[in-house]
């Protein structure tokens, strides 16, 4: 027992100290740089988004975990609650929804200019701003659960249908409510992630359309737009690998959590370190592949 709560804190802790620095970097140098030339890149844009939608996750979830971890107990009464728990899935759900939308957006850049692609391509691209802000509103919309339900952790008797969350509890009462609020987010996952792959396997048949188009040119005249593709490639396939291996694994234990009452506490810890990981991570990619941020 000792063994598994020093693995949490450090696992935790790991996160805070590599995702909060990570993505606040990734930020202020966004920032930095609409700052001197007045102007951001779409892409960019999207990007800067993500970093704040993960710092939101990382800070409204997992420093609460960590210092309970360390020892904290009982921080929060029941509006604080409220207002982390909401923030954290309203967060959460806008990493996931910005990912997938940079994913298609990408995929539109290298899109042929023609029919159906065309009359999207503009949308997506002068549209940026209202985009975002439309998903902030779906996912505002979609939680006010956590509002409703959402409690400091006390002894007193709850429903089987609670998430112990530590420091705090969601206890949704009766089992349409629990069921109803579990479907929200697999399906909305479901469908945003299923984007991104689709976009993505898109980006590399266009990427290797265009290598089989590049075969017997001069080494010279394709060196440059062969390393282009590489990095291009190389960032789809690891976006993609990330989201399968940590939002898969999430939402295949949420789903199964949906079947029971009573959730372990190491399941709920188990999906919080899964997906805030990627709100750890993909900073980190954010920077490999953006030569943009690169000193």
């Not at 997506?124 to 919309?141: P, Q, R």
């Not at 109803?180 to 992630?193: K, Q």
């Amino acid at each position: 027992m000792a063994v598994n709560f020093l693995l949490k804190a450090f696992g935790f802790i790991a996160l805070v100290i590599v995702g909060i620095p990570a993505n606040m970097f990734i930020a202020f140098r966004f920032a930095h740089i609409l700052f001197l030339e007045k102007r951001l890149l779409p892409a960019n844009t999207i990007r800067m988004s993500l970093s704040f939608a993960n710092l939101i996750v990382l800070v409204s979830r997992v420093i609460p975990q960590a210092l309970f971890c360390i020892g904290f107990r009982n921080v929060f009464n029941d509006n604080q609650c409220k207002l982390i728990i909401y923030f954290h899935r309203v967060s959460r759900a806008m990493s996931i929804c910005i990912t997938s939308y940079l994913s298609c957006y990408q995929c539109l850049l290298i899109a042929p200019v023609t029919g159906k692609w065309k009359s999207l391509k503009p949308i997506v691209h002068y549209n940026v701003t209202i985009i975002i802000a439309l998903f902030l509103a779906m996912n505002m919309v979609l939680y006010p659960n956590s509002i409703l339900f959402g409690r400091a952790t006390s002894n007193n008797t709850l429903s089987p249908y609670t998430l112990r969350l530590v420091y705090c509890d969601v206890d949704f009462l009766n089992y349409p409510n629990y069921i109803i609020n579990g479907l929200v987010s697999v399906i909305r996952e479901i469908l945003f992630v299923g984007l991104m792959i689709l976009s993505s396997t898109y980006m590399l048949y266009v990427l290797y359309r265009h290598g089989q188009s590049m075969k017997g040119m001069r080494s010279s005249d394709k060196g440059q737009q062969k390393t282009a593709e590489y990095k291009a490639s190389r960032a789809v396939i690891f976006l993609v690998a990330m989201y399968l291996a940590l939002f898969g694994m999430d939402n295949s234990m949420w789903i199964y959590t949906l079947t029971m009452s009573n959730v372990d506490q190491d399941v709920s810890d188990t999906r919080l370190f899964l997906s805030a990981s990627y709100a750890a991570l993909s900073p980190i990619h954010i920077f490999l592949f953006t030569t943009k941020l690169q000193f």
